[in-house]
């Protein structure tokens, strides 16, 4: 998903800066950051309700499904 992200911004920047001329440039450090960042995130939100879940007791989860 952040790498998704990353191509489609970096597309839509591009053709942003030849819409309204300018030149652009993006540093290969822009593009580490944006996925350690992703990658960040997403461990965090996965990781999260992951440990949450675990905690709860089987039986009483499904018995409010």
Known sequence: GG???IGLGTLLSW???NLVGWSLYIS???YIFAAGFSTLVG???????AMKASK????EALNYE
């Open 3 to 5: 790498l998704i992200g």
């Open 15 to 17: 053709f942003v800066a």
């Open 28 to 30: 290969y450090s822009s």
């Open 43 to 49: 461990v965090f939100f996965g990781w999260y309700p």
């Open 56 to 59: 709860l007791d089987p039986i």
